[in-house]
Nanobody, 125 residues
Framework: VQLQASGGGLVQTGGSLGLSCVAS????????GAWFRQAPGKEREFVAA????????PYSNSVEGRFTISRDTTKNTVYLQMNSLKPEDTAVYYC???????????????????WGQGTLVTVSS
């Protein structure tokens, strides 16, 4: 199984970026896909998830209303559209995939089976 994340880069405050996560060896029709991020000196945190059936779950409070997670099952890809970016969004963004249907654990990175390599997003002020 491989998850390949891409789309990171440098953007100014208020700008937008779109991240992609292409999976091989699994299908997002059966796996929940998610994005996490880790800022320098901080722990990894949940950003957003989209369940195997296509339903999204509540976003992290810090990105609610600005970020949108989606997927294209024909391309086996999960996306994260990030708008109105802020300097505090600067982080390495990781995509992840998991089995299991317990919603209460969907924000917990310990329950994710597979991880991509991360893509760096830098938001300049």
């Amino acid at each position: 199984v491989q998850l390949q994340a891409s789309g990171g880069g440098l953007v100014q405050t208020g700008g937008s970026l779109g991240l992609s996560c292409v999976a091989s060896g699994l299908t997002f029709r059966r796996y929940t896909g998610a994005w996490f991020r880790q800022a320098p000196g901080k722990e990894r945190e949940f950003v957003a998830a989209i369940r195997w059936n296509g339903a999204s779950t509540p976003y992290s409070n810090s990105v609610e209303g600005r970020f949108t997670i989606s997927r294209d099952t024909t391309k086996n890809t999960v996306y994260l559209q990030m708008n109105s970016l802020k300097p505090e969004d600067t982080a390495v963004y990781y995509c992840a995939a998991r089995t299991g249907q317990i919603l209460s654990t969907i924000r917990d990175d310990r329950y994710y089976n597979y991880w991509g390599q991360g893509t760096l997003v830098t938001v300049s002020s």
